[in-house]
């Protein structure tokens, strides 16, 4: 039995399908369903009993205390978070809430769970802390890729709070002993993406017949990865990474944003035309820059090849076309996210027993 935390929102609901597609280990997932976590993710895991959903905090020190006394899992992957850059900068609270005093509720709640272990499953335990490229700043042009050497220095709201949160990991490990992996991740893409986000937004806008909101001059590079490759990669570091490591995860995929739009749009183009025939990048909108905006992100990922032998299976052109067609075939999904029918979902799904906390 495993743990995940913020398992119904985009990666970690990747993650908890992709691990009972290839295992029959249970998985306890915590998620707070926020505005960005969706049951609906999750709905061909309904009577899977291998998958029990718990709504609840990760600030929520007795809740997490009763579930590891209850579940008794191996490891613990923390994905639950607040994600969205743009949020951090018009309303930081919460994720100063959820990435930082939450992951320091978590991880008191698990170092309890964890120190009275018997000593053969205390030392096989592992606690896994999902982070970002960001916590690293921004590169120049010409800086060599972010490896697990450079200095942090975040810049925006959210990688200050991911990155106070990693810091927390490292001291509960150098400090408590705690047995602590920390995952540092480019740009995902992928199915079940929250359409705030670059490349479902121009997506669902482009077939919606709204403007592509290009911030700046869309010269920023940001490195993409298909968020498949990082789950398997976390996997891969939950199975072998050295305690008390980080690890870079990244595609090798740097882009300028202007870039993703238009392969975003030629791929539109080719597999669902505009009506009128015209091209789907007509509706590209140069817009205001975001405040503070990072210039460049790059990942060198070797250490992660080096140590562990992974590597993605997806290049940018195979996943990108993946992920269009994704959104094709699944406009209910983006429309019931887009209407905010994912939570008329979840309560027609789970009434009152969603919000007791568990399914
Ligand atoms: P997301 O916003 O799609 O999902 C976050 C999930 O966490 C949601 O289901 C939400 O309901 C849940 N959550 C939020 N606050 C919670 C709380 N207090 N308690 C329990 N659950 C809570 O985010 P994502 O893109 O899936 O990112 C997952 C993790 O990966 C985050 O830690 C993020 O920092 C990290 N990450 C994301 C990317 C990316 O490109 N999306 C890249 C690198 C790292
Ligand atoms: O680098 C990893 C990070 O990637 C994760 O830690 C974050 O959780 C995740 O949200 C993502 O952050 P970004 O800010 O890079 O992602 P976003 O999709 O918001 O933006 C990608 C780039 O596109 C960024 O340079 C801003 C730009 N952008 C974004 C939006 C939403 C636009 O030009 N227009 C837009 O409408």
Not at 179 to 193: A, D, I, K, R, W
Not at 208 to 216: S, T
Request: glycine content about 8%; aromatic content about 10%.
């Amino acid at each position: 039995m495993i743990l995940v935390t913020g398992g119904a929102g985009f990666i970690g609901a990747n993650f908890v399908l992709d691990w009972l597609a290839g295992t029959d280990e249970p998985v306890v997932n915590l998620d707070k369903l926020t505005y960005a976590g969706n049951l609906q993710t999750l709905a061909s895991l309904d009577g899977d009993k291998r998958h029990v959903f718990v709504q609840g905090d990760i600030g929520d020190g007795a809740l997490i205390d009763r579930l590891l006394a209850e579940h008794q899992p191996r490891a613990v992957v923390n994905f639950a978070a607040e994600s969205h850059v743009d949020r951090s900068i018009h309303g930081p609270e919460d994720f100063i809430q959820t990435n930082v005093l939450g992951t320091f509720r978590l991880l008191e709640a698990v170092r309890g769970y964890w120190s009275q272990l018997p000593a053969e499953r205390k030392s096989a335990f592992r606690f896994l802390h999902v982070s970002t490229d960001e916590v690293y700043g921004t590169l120049s042009p010409t800086d060599p890729a972010f490896t697990e050497e450079n200095k942090y220095e975040p810049n925006s709201p959210y990688s200050a709070s991911k990155a106070a949160s990693d810091h927390l990991v490292r001291a509960w490990h150098h400090t408590y002993g705690l047995p602590v992996l920390t995952t540092n991740c480019s740009n995902n893409y992928g199915p079940f993406h929250f359409p705030e986000k670059l490349i479902p937004l121009m997506i669902v806008n482009a077939l919606a017949g709204k403007p592509l909101p290009v911030y700046g001059d869309g010269m920023q590079v940001r490195d993409w990865l298909y968020v498949k490759d990082h789950c398997s990669a976390i996997r891969r570091v939950l199975e072998a990474g050295r305690l008390g490591e980080t690890y870079n995860v990244g595609g090798w995929n740097e882009k300028p944003n202007i870039e993703i739009v238009k392969t975003v749009c030629a791929l539109l183009d080719e597999l669902q035309p505009r009506a009128d025939g015209k091209a789907y990048a007509e509706q590209i909108s140069y817009v205001t820059d975001r405040p503070g905006h990072d210039r460049r992100y790059a990942i060198d990922a070797r250490k992660l090849e080096r140590e562990l032998g992974w590597k993605p299976a997806e290049t940018f052109e195979t996943g990108i076309r993946k992920t269009v067609e994704w959104y094709l075939a699944n406009q209910e999904w983006v429309r019931n996210v887009q209407s905010g029918g994912y939570r008329d979902w979840v309560a027609k799904q789970y009434g009152d027993k969603a919000k007791e906390g568990t399914q």
